[in-house]
């Protein structure tokens, strides 16, 4: 079946960067709208970044300047690269996909900003 899979989360000090990938599984990534989303305890899954097959980004207010989003389409992933890491950055961060009627997300994976 489909699959998203995450990586690249872990446990950071504020200021620090980290760089989430998500690598797609039978689909045709390059039609797919992708992006990411996080989910703080406590609190509703957000939007974080997402970008287009044809590469327009979109990104949330609060990353804005800090977070880049890309996709490499040879390699059936996308990356949110995330600079300046704050506190309220801490969440689990999901990769979805999405065509048409098609919605798929991944398991997830773990920032934590902590110092």
């Known amino acids: 079946q489909v699959q998203l899979v995450e990586s690249g989360g872990g446990l950071v000090q504020p200021g620090g960067s980290l760089r989430l990938s998500c690598t797609a599984s039978?689909?045709?990534?390059?039609?797919?709208?992708m992006g990411w989303y996080r989910q703080a305890p406590g609190k509703q899954r957000e939007l974080v970044a997402s970008?287009?097959?044809?590469?327009?980004?979109n990104f949330a207010d609060s990353v804005k300047g800090r977070f880049t989003i890309s996709r490499d389409n040879s390699k059936n992933t996308v990356y949110l690269q995330m600079n300046n890491l704050k506190f309220e950055d801490t969440a689990v961060y999901y990769c979805?996909?999405?065509?048409?009627?098609?919605?798929?997300w991944g398991q997830g994976t773990q920032v934590t900003v902590s110092s």
């Open positions: 039978r689909i045709n990534f390059n039609v797919y709208d």
């Open positions: 970008i287009t097959r044809g590469g327009t980004t």
């Open positions: 979805n996909g999405r065509w048409l009627r098609s919605d798929y």
